[in-house]
T-cell receptor, first 109, second 115 residues
Framework: GQNIDQPTEMTATEGAIVQINCTYQ??????LFWYQQHAGEAPTFLSYNVLDGLEEKGRFSSFLSRSKGYSYLLLKELQMKDSASYLCALLDSNYQLIWGAGTKLIIKP | DGGITQSPKYLFRKEGQNVTLSCEQNLNHDAMYWYRQDPGQGLRLIYY???????QKGDIAEGYSVSREKKESFPLTVTSAQKNPTAFYLCASSIHPGQGTDTQYFGPGTRLTVL
């Protein structure tokens, strides 16, 4: 079967760095996506990883280790507007997205 | 402006009534998707369509129906057979279904409440 785990909630301070982890188990893998979702709004695309390593995109970076079934999203120089849920999604062997429940990130001043 | 629109944003329905949620895109994307989001759970796929006049059931299709008569439109009907329809419904589209780099883009969502 397939399974994705993320922490339910995290708290961080404005200006700091936070790492949101995602672990998964799957028989087929075609990549891993991270999305940001503000409360009551649509998810918006942040990153896609299919090869091992770190992808950097401004203040946000995403890392993947396929052998460990592990990814993380790294957010630097946190801003209040980064308060949102962060969704990890696995693209399975049928090219369907399997979604984690999301991590709610709370930023404090 | 290109994008995905969903209407209405909020919808109230009495038990036993069917209701149709609208989803339109002008991105010229081939594929469209309907998801349901409940608190504390990941998005769950209801139906998807990779081409006009064709669609496939997702993980939780029971109690729902769709049509894809035009490339731009993918309406979802929530029927009275759906036992627990109160949820946030999200429509998405993508340009290259079946490819790893295919990214799904979402509409603003419709929050359905059954009274």
């Amino acid at each position: 079967g397939q399974n994705i785990d993320q922490p339910t909630e995290m708290t961080a301070t404005e200006g700091a760095i936070v790492q949101i982890n995602c672990t998964y188990q799957t028989s087929g893998f075609n990549g891993l996506f991270w999305y940001q979702q503000h409360a009551g709004e649509a998810p918006t695309f942040l990153s896609y990883n299919v090869l091992d390593g770190l992808e950097e995109k401004g203040r946000f970076s995403s890392f993947l280790s396929r052998s460990k079934g592990y990814s993380y999203l790294l957010l630097k120089e946190l801003q209040m507007k980064d308060s949102a849920s962060y969704l990890c999604a696995l693209l399975d062997s049928n090219y369907q997205l399997i979604w984690g429940a999301g991590t709610k990130l709370i930023i404090k001043p | 402006d290109g994008g995905i629109t969903q209407s209405p944003k909020y919808l109230f329905r009495k038990e036993g009534q069917n209701v149709t949620l609208s989803c339109e895109q002008n991105l010229n994307h081939d594929a469209m998707y309907w998801y349901r989001q409940d608190p504390g759970q990941g998005l769950r796929l209801i139906y998807y369509s990779q081409i006009v006049n064709d669609f496939q059931k997702g993980d939780i299709a029971e109690g729902y129906s769709v049509s894809r008569e035009k490339k731009e439109s993918f309406p979802l009907t929530v029927t009275s057979a759906q036992k627990n329809p109160t949820a946030f419904y999200l429509c998405a589209s993508s340009i290259h279904p079946g490819q790893g780099t295919d990214t799904q883009y979402f509409g603003p969502g419709t929050r359905l409440t059954v009274l």
